[in-house]
């Protein structure tokens, strides 16, 4: 039985090429299709043809209201298309069939429209009021910047290209996107249901490639005005870097190191729960995870003892099992660096109060599996403590009053997420407001919302996402001044012309 080969968009065109990638089943290690391998020449490829298509104006020409019909219309693609995004989506990233739905399905779906909504009520010009002297009137419009690269991970390809490529081609621009090579099926997919809807061939291109090579090539080609760029903070150091060759705009959404506060007021039922979602979701592959769990000590031992209790009813296993809690990881090379994490870990000095390891059993003979594990005796200076684990990992940390609580979550590089578990909402906002994280949630994780911005303080980034004024960054302000005095005397500044010109 062959298996289905997938090739990169460049104009409109299917292209391929000799070199491929081989897509791996994570719960399996079955090889599940192959992929074109794009190379510099192919994103040099794909930035000409967004140029072109954007001067031609084919789809920047065109009135908010009819890209926003295109969005609806691609919303309506995507839904029709909902069990084959869901099926390849778990397979080749390994996310569960739930999740799959979540991330691939509903939550784009419902971005598509709330952009569409957004572009219905958006005014890119703004009158500027009479001011003088000199007399001078005008406007501001907001205009878009051209040719944009967005570069995406393999955790959720669907979601976080989403969040890039929508705002940039609902403000008129034209758009390069480079796919995680582990994970392209179902951005082209993306590509193909906006293409269906009504965008024009290429508008938007979709490339794979190494990130050595092809990210690079993006990062630091002249004709690129914007990258959005989701990873790690190692990676997104050098995005930026190359991207300031030409002073092109970045967002970088990167690491995390998500502080998770339980207050001693807490419900601790709800708050266990909470806690294990917070560091638990897609097996902790995502930046935005809570990786350290605050407890005060006068409730720590209580509060670890339930939730060991409430993880040994966890499934692990086939993700593509309704059934399922929680799948493997993305690759050996993931399953690995975790692994290797819990050994420093361990010779640190913290405990392993659950898992720790690879699951046991027949099933777990093949694919790349980790326990959920909780780690208690942490101190925020361990190294588990201090860099992303990006697994199953959590690390519990003691502390003493508020403040002491505060200063821990603080100590850290990162300032992605952070949350506070509280019965008291007046104490649980005076706690938000010290954080520094872009984003901090209360009696709950994850709370990722297409209406409020989403990014990171310190090494977790620059730039927002979704939100109010997610178009702003993939426009350009114009400010057009009209003169309005007749008397040329009356506006120059230390040039005045006695004598009036003869015409």
Known sequence: MSIPHYRMIIGGAEIDTDARYELINPATEEVIATAAKGDASHADAAVAEAKRTFESGIWRNLSLAERAEVFEKAADGLERRADEMVRLTTLEDGTTVRLSNVFSVVMPSANLRHFAQMLREYNPESAGDLVGPPFQSGKV????????????????????????????????????????????????????????????????????????????????????????????????????EASAGNLKR???????????????????????????????????????????????SSIHDEFVDRMVERLKTIVIGDPSNPATDIGPLISAEQRDRVLRYLDIAKKEGATVAHGGGVPEGEQFSKGFWVEPTVLTDVTNDMTVAREEVFGPVLAVIRYDSVEEAIKIANDTEYGLTAGVWSEDLTAAMSVAEQLESGAVWINDWHMINQVYPFGGFKQSGQGRELGPNAFDAYTQEKAIQVGVEKKLENRAYGLVLSTPSPN
């Open 141 to 240: 419009r907001r205009e878009p910047l051209g040719v944009c690269a967005a570069i995406t991970p393999w955790n959720f390809p669907v979601a976080l290209g989403a969040w890039k490529i929508l705002p940039a081609l609902g403000m008129g621009n034209s758009v390069v996107l480079k796919t995680d090579e582990k994970t392209p099926i179902t951005s082209l997919i993306l590509a193909e249901i906006l293409k269906e809807a009504g965008l024009p061939d290429g508008v938007l291109n979709v490339i794979t490639g190494d990130g050595e090579t092809v990210g690079a090539q993006l990062s630091a080609h002249p004709d690129v005005r914007k990258i959005a760029f989701t990873g790690s903070t190692e990676v997104g150091k050098k995005v930026s």
């Open 250 to 296: 970045v967002t970088l959404e990167l690491g995390g190191k998500g502080a998770n506060i339980v207050l001693e007021d807490a419900d601790i039922r709800t708050a266990v729960d909470g806690s294990i979602w917070a560091f638990l979701m897609h097996t902790g592959q995502a930046c935005e995870s809570g990786t350290r769990l605050l407890l005060p």
